[in-house]
T-cell receptor
Framework: EAQVTQNPRYLITVTGKKLTVTCSQN?????MSWYRQDPGLGLRQIYY???????DKGDVPEGYKVSRKEKRNFPLILESPSPNQTSLYFC??????????????FGDGTRLSIL | QKEVEQNSGPLSVPEGAIASLNCTYS??????FFWYRQYSGKSPELIMS????GDKEDGRFTAQLNKASQYVSLLIRDSQPSDSATYLC??????????FGKGTMLLVSP
């Protein structure tokens, strides 16, 4: 089954404790992206990757890191999480990026709470 | 910053009615447009895409695009309570990103 898989689905942690949210897709998609979704602010892009070893900042990259060593994986790293990073996070992928006729496919989301 | 605007709602319609959801966008160069449905706490799910001016129908859903007016809409015919969700309009920004509107909440009452 074609899918985008995120782990963990839920995480409660404390300020400053490094964490990684994994994202994997099995559709051989080139483009992958991370979003956060907050009430009243909608979906905001954190980072995206056009292909292996190619990543770039989205609208809200502060406090996050990403890597794209393999085509299928695009982990999101919070080196020193803070309470303002409490949010619902989505990973998404598409065949190619941006202004093409390719929609994005979303993972099930990770609900992250930083105390 | 490319803008995608939607009325936040909620838009309330009775079961069986037509729900009309609207979206305006700022980038005149946009070529493709997407509608996603998102149930509370769930991930966005693609329901329609449209690339040419005019109407595109898929079952109970019709997407309408007017590039001159920078306007895209989604009509849901014979609305069902299961259609109650937030509907997100999404428009590519340049080559590398997809900008989402904040979504319109639709409530369909039995």
């Amino acid at each position: 089954e074609a899918q985008v898989t995120q782990n963990p689905r839920y995480l409660i942690t404390v300020t400053g404790k490094k964490l990684t949210v994994t994202c994997s897709q099995n559709m051989n998609h080139e483009y992958m992206s991370w979003y956060r979704q907050d009430p009243g602010l909608g979906l905001r892009q954190i980072y995206y990757s056009m292909n292996v070893e190619v990543t770039d900042k989205g609208d809200v990259p502060e406090g996050y890191k990403v890597s794209r060593k393999e085509k299928r994986n695009f982990p999101l790293i919070l080196e020193s999480p803070s309470p303002n990073q409490t949010s619902l996070y989505f990973c998404a992928s598409s065949l190619v990026g941006g202004n093409s006729n390719q929609p994005q496919h979303f993972g099930d989301g990770t609900r992250l709470s930083i105390l | 910053q490319k803008e995608v605007e939607q009325n936040s709602g909620p838009l309330s319609v009775p079961e069986g009615a037509i729900a009309s959801l609207n979206c305006t966008y700022s980038d005149r160069g946009s070529q493709s447009f997407f509608w996603y449905r998102q149930y509370s706490g769930k991930s966005p799910e693609l329901i329609m895409s449209i690339y040419s001016n005019g109407d595109k129908e898929d079952g109970r859903f019709t997407a309408q695009l007017n590039k001159a007016s920078q306007y895209v809409s989604l009509l849901i015919r014979d609305s069902q309570p299961s259609d109650s969700a937030t509907y997100l309009c999404a428009v590519p920004s340049g080559y590398s990103t997809l900008t989402f509107g904040k979504g319109t909440m639709l409530l369909v009452s039995p």
